[in-house]
């Protein structure tokens, strides 16, 4: 059983059927998120088959307590836009409504503005904070 959030190359490709090219790939995109929360995040990364996917998920395990979130009350355009579940659009619009009426006061408040059928608020959520 690996952690997904704390394993390097080595411990990906001891699985069935991950190699390094998609050990690579998983820690990339990991990275890219700042931390999984879910194992089933690991089948949206690209290039794993979900035949694949399926026959590791029981070895996998989470601790999701690490994740590293992004700071919309700071954040750049760059930052936002760079985070695989935030739209470009979702990033231009954070910062509009950042610019037009303060910070924000709570990551609900982003909800509404998320409006692209990429924009799942229940994942991007879970990278997002407003501060301390």
Partial sequence: IIDINTTD????????????????????????LGGFYSID?????YGIPDSTFQKIKTQLKVDGRSIKKININTASYAE?????????????????????????????????????????YDKFSRYITVGN
């Avoid at 090219?21 to 998983?26: F, N």
């Avoid at 619009?93 to 609900?108: D, H, P, T, V, W």
């Fill in 80 to 120: 936002l836009n760079n985070h695989p579940y935030i739209s470009a659009k979702l990033a231009f619009q954070i910062l509009k409504e950042r610019k037009e009426k303060g910070n924000f006061a709570s990551i609900e408040a982003v909800k509404d503005l998320a409006m692209q059928p990429t924009d799942d």
């Fill in 41 to 45: 995040q690991v089948g949206e990364t």
């Fill in 9 to 32: 190359i080595a411990g990906f490709e001891s699985l069935y059927g991950i190699g390094n090219k998609l050990a690579s790939k998983i820690i990339n995109f990991r990275d890219k």
